[in-house]
């Protein structure tokens, strides 16, 4: 059952994601990875990542992908010329190259067998959300606040270069 | 396994029944309300009281030609009505409307579909994706008027959702689950438990997103019939429009029922005395409630302009709702410690 | 039970599809996309490594991940709209202004 959901939600996402490179028309594309992140998200449903399922859909379908089609169909530009830069050949062979290689690192590598839950005595066991609440507000304080002061920086960065020309009294 | 499989089918056929027939009437009862709210009768040749006039007009739908614009892109065109109304049929399955478990020969049905830790981020999620339905129809039909609505939309729907999400943070908070099933059990024992009291500017706030968020008026800019002919839905015509239609009558239900759970308490009856109401009949009850609330604001209320509908979203609902969150907060803290 | 290489596979094989369309394609915008296709590559490998080693502070990772392609798409959108104000075009080998 698992081997059969990983296997639909893995060819999925390898397709959708090859559709994004194939189609011509950026709007497809946009759409194609539409679908990529739902099926990421279904992979992290089978990985017990529930949470970061909902982000994924949340965050990457919700807001980021809208934001962009937002925008593809704003400048509405024609796809005319060439889809393909000049180096394009090149990159796809140094693509094959990289693949095999991969593929061999992959298949001669040895990865540690899967770990059994450490037992804690007396604590019942925490949801995923619970889980990555406490180490988020915990651990990992000092990064979540940067986290956010990104986030500011990248809100006041967009908005100063989409106004254009910013007059200064 | 298979006993687990077929009472999840047997709630999976109900719950669509009960939901689909549900949109059906509420378009009926919407023009009754509006026009009892007008001085006038409203339906009343189809049936006894106009009763099947949604079956008259699901027939006609179904017959009319579905046209498809030359200039149109056919794919995108015949796909986003779909996608604008499987989400927000896919939202009921985490919504909990009663109170028991119901058992028959070993099989168990409960009177949700599925209790996910995460069902408030999964409504969310949804709801968002809706927004691709509206965009792309609007995109796809190639007319100005389409395109207009739909961009329109698109920017009310994310501005509002952010509003709603930040709004529910509160509820959150004080319920410390996101699971709907334990926010309603958290409020269960009469109505003073219910979390509209702590959290008066929440509910107000997610109100008034929900609106928003369904396209309906004062908020219907991106179907503004006075400028924008139907807004993103100008070139649907027959069974493409009304699943448009339903899907927005849906939303309206999905929000009803979400700020039930979130506000109401859900099933739970408002005084202990009265507990021999079945669960199921106060969900109900709160549930239209909202939906006559939302007839009641579109008989009342005129349309916003753009601009004034931007200005209210992002700069008097958004600080509001982070202010009760970061109060919230405070006052949870420091109850708990 | 999905041997954990399957994944290390699927998510170096997602990295590479993102790269070549990085390095192939001509329209900035699907650039944009495909960067987004590489870092859903490394969460991918993320998550499943919290699965089976069992550290959930790897999807604390995801979620940074997230929230750095939030502000870059917010960043990259801006840039591509000035671009396209100044240039008229959003292909990549249009933008050559700093070329001698």
Sequence with gaps: ?169 | MLNDILAAVIVIAGLLFVVLTMVAYLTYLERKVLSFMQDRLGPMEVGPWGLLQPLADGIKLISKEDIIPQEANKAIFKIAPIISLVPAILSFAVIPFGRDSFHFEGITTHPYLTDINIGMIYILALSSIGAYGILLGGWASNSKYSIMGALRSAAQVISYELNAGMSIIGVLLLAGSLSLVKIENAQQGGFWHWYIFPQIIAFVIYLISGIAETNRTPFDLPEAESELVAGFFTEYSGMRFSLYYLAEYANMIVVSCVATVLFLGGWGSPLPILDFVPPVIWFMLKVYFFLFFFFWIRATLPRLRYDQLMKFGWKIMLPLSFANVIVTAFVVYMIRH | MVPLSWYVGLSSALFLVGLVGVLVRRNTLVVLLCIEIMLNAVNVNFVAFSKYQHVIDAQILVFFVITVAAAEVAIGLGIIISLFRLKGSVNIDDFNILKL
Excluded: D
Excluded at chain 1, 91 to 115: C, D, M, N, Q, T
Excluded at chain 1, 141 to 158: N, R
């Design chain 1, 1 to 169: 059952m698992e081997i059969l959901s990983f296997v639909y939600f893995g060819g999925a996402i390898l397709l959708s994601a090859l559709m994004v490179v194939i189609f011509k028309n950026p709007l497809y594309s946009a759409m194609s990875l539409l679908s990529m992140f739902a099926h990421v998200a279904g992979l992290y449903v089978i990985l017990e990542a529930e949470f970061l399922a909902g982000v994924q859909l949340l965050v990457y379908a919700g807001a980021i992908l809208v934001l962009y089609i937002f925008v593809v169909m704003l400048l509405n530009v024609q796809t005319q010329g060439r889809v393909l830069q000049k180096q394009a050949p090149v990159v796809f062979g140094a693509a094959v190259v990289a693949a095999v290689e991969v593929a061999f690192l992959i298949s001669r590598s040895h990865f540690y067998p899967e770990l059994p839950p450490v037992p804690q005595p007396g604590v019942p066991p925490l949801g995923n959300t619970e889980m990555i609440g406490m180490v988020l507000y915990t651990k990992y304080l000092f990064p979540f606040e940067i986290a956010s002061l990104v986030l500011l920086i990248a809100l006041v960065g967009a908005i100063v270069m989409a106004k254009g020309k910013l007059k200064f009294r």
